[in-house]
């Protein structure tokens, strides 16, 4: 698929979705709250956040579905609703249920979906249409009624049908809901390739493991708010460590850990010694400043601070080390941490 290829003002722009200061308000309710989003062209970027936090009604913004009560979007270098006419034949999306006949076959509404679209070229429908499915993995359900079809092979039809053409970025709002984990997994490869050919993507989901495996991007709403945006890698990164040592000088261990600066916790015991947990200072993973209260205690430096030094000051004490352990905070957690809920991180 060349979905980069002849759209508008192609490559010329760096950021394939902008937003700034977009909100939806029900009523009273702030649905999406002032909203900066920048997706770069050709991530895969996932939007994470639990349900009820704005996902699909940022989406349907994006797309022109819904009208902001305030705030930009651009699309492809352009604004949005304003020139959705030239914007969205470049765009294939997937939003919440799909509307299919039910009395016709999965190929019979790609073709009426298809033959609705102004852009799309008749001769090639046919082709096009089965690419699409097969791409899915539907060729074998292509014919049968759409009424027979599990939520799952629906979802899958969905997708086709954002494919349907060369796009330069793809929407999908939460594209494995009703999958199972084979389905899940194809639909993965899927973006994969996708994104291969140079496609953007924006995947919206509530499952973070889902969206971890395969993006490069993510931004974590919660209820209506950005709470962090960034590359993957960075958005790990940022997560806190902490050391875990088993030794059965717990004590003496304390000592020497808070004479280095750090604030030991005691944990619960294992069988070969009592364990200590200490919040690693970020020092040692760039920029370390020791604060004022420690350079007082005595010169750390942070070579001292960082798991070596740490290790070597506890041997050096007469401290038996028989575990020790750098633990990072993992991407759920931070997650958990940012948004205050629990994601639902099952397949
Ligand atoms: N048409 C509407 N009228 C009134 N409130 C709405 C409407 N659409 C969405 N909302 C509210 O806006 C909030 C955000 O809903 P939205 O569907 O965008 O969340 P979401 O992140 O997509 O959730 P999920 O993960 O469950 O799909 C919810 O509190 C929802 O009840
Ligand atoms: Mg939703």
Avoid: W
Avoid at 91 to 103: H, R
Avoid at 121 to 140: C, D, F, Y
Avoid at 200 to 222: G, P, R
Avoid at 303 to 313: K, L, N, Q, T, Y
């Amino acid at each position: 698929m060349t979905g980069a290829a002849g759209g508008p003002g192609s490559r010329t722009y760096g950021l394939t979705i902008e937003t700034q200061g977009l909100t939806k308000r029900f009523g009273q309710q702030v649905a999406v709250n002032d909203l900066d989003l920048a997706v770069p062209s050709g991530a895969v970027f996932g939007f994470l956040g639990p349900n009820g936090s704005g996902k699909t009604t940022t989406i349907r913004m994006l797309l022109g579905l819904a009208a902001a009560s305030a705030g930009s979007v651009r699309l492809l270098g352009m604004d949005m609703p304003g020139k959705f006419q030239v914007v969205l034949p470049h765009v294939g999306a997937l939003v919440e249920g799909p509307a299919f006949y039910p009395f016709l076959s999965g190929t019979a509404n790609l073709h009426r979906l298809d033959a609705a679209t102004r852009h799309a070229a008749p001769a090639t429908r046919k082709i096009r249409v089965n690419q699409a499915l097969e791409q899915v993995g539907l060729s074998h359900a292509a014919g049968k009624r759409v009424h027979a079809y599990s939520l799952g092979m629906k979802q899958r039809l969905g997708i086709a049908n954002a494919l349907l053409s060369p796009r330069e970025l793809l929407v999908l709002d939460e594209p494995t809901n009703g999958l199972d984990p084979q389905g899940t997994r194809e639909v993965r490869n899927l973006v994969r390739s996708l994104a291969a050919d140079g496609t953007t993507v924006f995947v919206s989901s509530h499952l973070l493991a889902e969206v971890e495996q395969i993006c490069t991007h993510a931004a974590i709403m919660s209820a209506g708010r950005l709470v962090a945006q960034g590359p993957l890698s960075e958005l790990r990164r940022s997560g806190s460590a902490c050391i875990r040592l088993v030794t059965p000088d717990a004590r003496a261990a304390m000592t020497v850990l808070a004479r280095l600066g750090l604030s030991p916790e005691p944990a619960a015991a294992q069988p070969d010694g009592e364990v200590v947990t200490a919040a690693l200072a970020e020092p040692h993973i760039k920029g370390y400043r020791p604060g004022p209260d420690v350079s007082a205690l005595e010169a750390v430096t942070p070579a001292d601070a960082a798991p070596e030094g740490i290790v070597a000051h506890l041997v050096q004490a007469g401290v038996r080390v028989r575990g020790f352990a750098v633990e990072r905070e993992s991407l759920e957690d931070r997650f958990v941490a940012l948004t205050g809920e629990g994601f639902d991180v099952a397949q």
